[in-house]
T-cell receptor, first 109, second 116 residues
Framework: SQKIEQNSEALNIQEGKTATLTCNYT??????LQWYRQDPGRGPVFLLL?????KEKRKERLKVTFDTTLKQSLFHITASQPADSATYLC????????FGAGTTVTVRA | GAVVSQHPSRVICKSGTSVKIECRSLDFQATTMFWYRQFPKKSLMLMAT?????????EQGVEKDKFLINHASLTLSTLTVTSAHPEDSSFYIC????????????FGDGTRLSIL
């Protein structure tokens, strides 16, 4: 069966450090992988989309990598800030958009 | 950017009543909208795909008579939870956009439904 696994349920880091989140998938052959941010009681907000032929993509302090051989994506938040505290979801699309359970990041001041 | 508005944000009602949730795309037309359900600390689960002018497509295990979807215009889809019971209490989220695989979906802010 298809699975999207985000390895850490929670990640606590010190302000200024880099947070690294992992997304692994099985039984998908995605052409695209997406990352979203979700704050408590809110809907997800789109952050980044990476194509299978892109090894890395950046947006401000965010960086995403996509390794189709390992079936894995890494999501990095550099120079983290308390405002980055949220749950981050990876998502893959076949006929529908499916999400991992998310990793909740808490950045301590 | 694309904006999706969802209303109401919170509903508390008695068991047996029906509840309607609205999802509007404010600055773009959406022939397709999506309805998700999310349990605490769990991922979003797609319930159904709402298609403008035609019947919704429901995911396996979702009761179409319990969760009625209407997509009467290019900017509005509604989800009606009929004869709601406590087990229907959840966080319901709609989205629009993402018609192509390389496009993101835009989500509403969700509706917290509590059935007493």
């Amino acid at each position: 069966s298809q699975k999207i696994e985000q390895n850490s349920e929670a990640l606590n880091i010190q302000e200024g450090k880099t947070a690294t989140l992992t997304c692994n998938y099985t039984n998908y052959s995605p052409a695209y992988l997406q990352w979203y941010r979700q704050d408590p009681g809110r809907g997800p907000v789109f952050l980044l989309l990476i194509r299978e032929n892109e090894k890395e993509k950046r947006k401000e302090r965010l960086k995403v990598t996509f390794d189709t051989t390992l079936k894995q994506s890494l999501f990095h938040i550099t120079a983290s800030q308390p405002a980055d505290s949220a749950t981050y979801l990876c998502a893959l699309r076949d006929y529908k958009l499916s999400f991992g359970a998310g990793t909740t990041v808490t950045v301590r001041a | 950017g694309a904006v999706v508005s969802q209303h109401p944000s919170r509903v508390i009602c008695k068991s047996g009543t029906s509840v309607k949730i609205e999802c509007r795309s404010l600055d773009f037309q959406a022939t397709t909208m999506f309805w998700y359900r999310q349990f605490p600390k769990k991922s979003l689960m797609l319930m159904a795909t709402s298609n403008e002018g035609s019947k919704a497509t429901y995911e396996q295990g979702v009761e179409k008579d319990k969760f009625l979807i209407n997509h009467a215009s290019l900017t509005l889809s509604t989800l009606t939870v009929t004869s709601a019971h406590p087990e229907d209490s959840s966080f319901y989220i709609c989205s629009a956009g993402g018609a192509e695989y390389n496009q993101p979906q835009h989500f509403g802010d969700g509706t917290r439904l509590s059935i007493l």
